[in-house]
């Protein structure tokens, strides 16, 4: 694989020694790192002039009522770099292109950085275009095939149209960022058949791609990790 973004554990780990390599990343909250949902809501209110919001998902449900996963916010920020920490528990919105998986394009799996539930299927990745990485539609539960492992905010079916809605991971409430009813916008892409653009902050996110290595040790992507720069072609003439 050769990729140094990419990390390797035992396989008969656990999901906390998975957890126990996260990096002292700072989180970003910059002037980009807007909520989606209010550059929807620019898109389609006339060009209308809005003043940006916190980088934070507005929803007041709990992160942690109700959900199977559930730490003290001390656990998860021991659990989980900065970054992580600032996108799932706090509901932070990263800055466009700053993780490494917008641009990620092999077969495998996204799970929640949080507690490892498989949230999307590659096979649902799409290039958007709007600098985080994009999907048609979230992995469905083993347990119940009718019901997602990604869990949309209740809101009304004007609100969404509009403006989109939160959505978090169904086993531990993590934010993962926001579902557009915009997909048909995205032609020739899966977005295109199921009418969703769920919009995901990679730093959310640890992709864990089909090809394993052959030692057994499970091999994986972390989403607050920062592109790879790329060395400009040496042109000899």
């Known amino acids: 694989f050769g990729n140094a973004n990419a990390f390797f554990i035992p396989a008969a780990s656990s999901w906390e020694r998975l957890q126990s390599t996260s990096l002292a990343l700072t989180p970003r909250d910059d002037g980009s790192a807007m909520l989606r949902r209010e550059v929807m809501q620019k898109a389609v209110t006339f060009g209308a002039l809005l003043s940006a919001s916190p980088a934070y998902a507005r929803s007041s449900k709990s992160r942690t009522i109700g959900y199977e996963v559930q730490h003290t916010e001390a656990e998860w920020s021991q659990l ?12 932070g919105t ?3 292109y700053s993780s490494i998986l917008e641009g990620e394009d092999r077969a495998g799996l996204f799970v929640c950085a949080g507690c490892g539930t498989p949230l999307f299927n590659s096979k649902e990745k799409f290039h ?3 600098g985080w990485p994009s999907f048609a539609a979230p992995t469905m539960s083993k347990s119940n095939p009718d019901v997602s492992n990604v869990e949309m905010e209740d809101v009304s079916a004007f609100q969404y149209q509009l403006a ?6 169904r086993t531990c409430g993590g934010h993962l960022g926001d579902v557009f009813a915009d997909g048909f916008l995205f032609q020739g892409t899966p977005a295109a058949v199921t009418g969703k653009r769920y919009c995901i902050d990679g730093g959310a996110l640890l ?4 090809t394993q290595s052959a030692d057994g040790d499970l091999e994986f992507v972390r989403g607050d ?13």
């Open 225 to 237: 990790l920062p592109p790879v720069k790329r060395s400009k072609p040496l042109f000899l003439g």
């Open 164 to 169: 989109g809605a939160e959505v978090r991971c």
């Open 94 to 96: 990263e800055s466009p």
């Open 80 to 91: 989980l770099s900065p970054q992580q920490n600032f996108i799932l528990r706090q509901g």
């Open 128 to 130: 958007s275009g709007t």
């Open 207 to 210: 992709f864990v791609p089909n």
